[in-house]
């Protein structure tokens, strides 16, 4: 089969590999739709960060050249022992794979398994014409629901959980930091979770036009003058909850000062650098930092499809669709900050 493999930093090659066989518990997938994420760009420009090239990942032991794809969405068309899908069934995948055995998975924690690696980043993925993954990590496609659309399941499974994780409820008064996919996909789930008053900031264009289609109460141009004008927008002394999503440099700073007091600051993006807080401003206010990290399989994906079947999500977020011949100028695209959605890979395409 045809799989695009990382070597390293401006090099993933489309080779010829042998296709995968179903072990245990797994079906064989015919990928329909793989999607580029962040991560693969990262690696890309100066990896490999995530990619076990050098060094032997702990628990999926790979080493070495590795197929990207943690995005995918394939057919059945073979069953491993176990496996109960049927042949023909179209399932998006969760990529990431926990063992439903250990305290964090007993917990429904399955992002946090002892055992946890993810398809893709840490083992062979589904950037390629075939892929096996294991039947836990996956979810069906409803009937109907396009190939573009579902593509982008697990992406915005990611964002659902992003989005729990934010703990906001009804009437809450929530601004969240960062348009761009990310951010965009966190904007879905939280619309679809509790009714909001939602501000939105980020550099003024298609990002935010973007965000008032998809149900911004309102948005605010990022700049000197956007602190003020959120606060002014959401009232005095700030929002339930603040929802950094863009990762950039002092922005959690940013972030931390809108909240009210008690309120709750969820990072989402991921500085490139350790970043420095005011600790006493949020201890004498008794805000909570909170995290959030991929998605719960079991929890995130299959709603993650129906909200798919039922927004506009990907006619505002799909950038394109282009063979697997095409992923190093696409990888190029995407770490070079061209990219304002999700690039879909269509491996069935030549
Ligand atoms: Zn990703
Ligand atoms: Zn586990």
């Known amino acids: 089969m045809r799989a695009a ?32 994420c962040g ?7 100066a990896g490999p960060k995530t990619f076990p090239v050098n060094r032997r990942h702990p628990v999926t032991g790979h080493q070495g050249p590795m197929i990207i794809g943690h995005e995918f969405i394939g057919e059945v068309i073979e069953q491993g022992e176990g496996a109960t899908t049927p042949v023909g069934t179209v399932v998006a995948s969760g990529a990431g794979v926990s063992c439903g055995r250990c305290d964090r998975c007993l917990q429904g924690r399955t992002n946090l398994c002892r055992r946890y690696y993810t398809l893709g980043l840490n083992t062979a993925g589904g950037m390629a ?3 096996a993954v294991p039947e836990s990590t996956v979810a069906v496609v409803p009937d ?33 930091i960062g ?32 965000a008032e289609r998809l149900g911004a109460t309102r948005c605010v141009d990022a700049g000197p003058e956007a602190a003020a004008k959120v606060m002014a927008a959401v009232g005095a002394p700030g929002a339930d909850v603040v929802i950094e999503a863009s990762g950039a440099p002092g922005q959690l700073t940013v972030a931390i000062g809108l ?30 930092l909170q995290t959030t990290l991929a998605h719960v399989c079991g929890e995130d994906l299959a709603p993650a499809l129906d909200l798919l079947a039922t927004t506009s999500l990907v006619e505002e977020l799909l950038d ?13 695209r995407l770490a070079s900050g061209q990219v304002e959605g999700k690039i879909l890979i269509d491996p069935t395409v030549t």
């Open 259 to 288: 909240t009210r007091p008690g309120g709750t600051i969820l990072q989402v993006g991921l500085p490139a650098q350790p970043q420095e807080i005011d600790v006493w401003s949020m201890v004498m206010q008794e805000k909570t």
């Open 320 to 332: 394109g669709v282009h063979p697997l011949e095409a992923i190093g100028e696409q990888l190029d």
């Open 129 to 131: 014409e075939f892929v």
């Open 179 to 210: 348009a761009g996919a990310i951010g965009t996909f966190v904007l879905a789930g939280l619309r679809s979770l509790a009714d909001v008053d939602l501000t939105v900031v980020d550099f003024a264009g298609p990002r935010l036009e973007r």
């Open 144 to 176: 109907g629901l396009p190939p573009d659309a579902a593509g982008l399941a697990q992406p915005l499974a990611v964002g659902l959980h992003a989005a729990r994780r934010a703990g906001a409820r009804d009437g809450d008064r929530v601004v969240l």
């Open 5 to 36: 493999v990382y070597h390293g930093p401006h090099d993933v090659r489309v080779e010829e590999v042998p296709t995968p066989r179903p072990g245990e518990g797994e079906v064989l997938l015919r990928v329909v739709r793989s999607g580029m």
């Open 39 to 45: 991560t693969d760009a990262t690696d890309w420009k």
